[in-house]
């Protein structure tokens, strides 16, 4: 079995890659994945469809380019934090964002069960407005 760090870290590397059927695999049918208030795909979803649905086919249609660099994982052994920049270019204006992000990760029985974002939500409204 898969440590909760390996988990972690391979959902990491398949976002890298824009591998969602990897980035997916450990996620649990129940999972509550909340991104921030003001950031474009705020929310909290429930379970896989949701989630890809809201968060990933709303990010890929509406940013190009648009990237997560990790720079570190704290782990905690039940949460994890992944700490990174995200990066890209709102499609609609042309400017480019880049912003530090913090996702906090609890994971239960070898699931992703949780996920909440952290960001600067400004930088990322500044490049979506003219």
């Known amino acids: 079995m898969k440590t909760n760090l ?25 999972v ?6 003001g950031f474009p795909c705020a929310g909290t979803w429930i379970g896989p469809d949701q989630v890809i649905a809201n968060v990933f086919a709303v990010l890929d249609s509406e940013w190009e380019g ?3 660099a990790l720079e570190q994982i704290i782990d905690g052994g039940e ?4 700490i990174g920049t995200y990066s890209g270019t709102y499609r609609k204006t042309g400017k480019p964002m880049q912003a530090r992000v913090t996702h906090v990760w609890r994971l239960s ?10 960001t600067d939500t400004l ?3 500044r490049a979506m407005h003219t």
């Open 32 to 37: 509550a994945w909340t991104e921030m208030a």
């Open 79 to 82: 949460q994890l934090v992944g």
């Open 123 to 125: 930088l990322v409204a």
């Open 109 to 118: 029985e070898g699931k992703i069960v949780r996920f909440e974002q952290f």
């Open 6 to 30: 390996q988990i972690v870290t391979e959902h990491y590397a398949a976002s890298a890659r824009q591998d969602l059927a990897a980035m997916m695999a450990d996620v649990s049918p129940e």
């Open 66 to 68: 648009y990237s997560f």
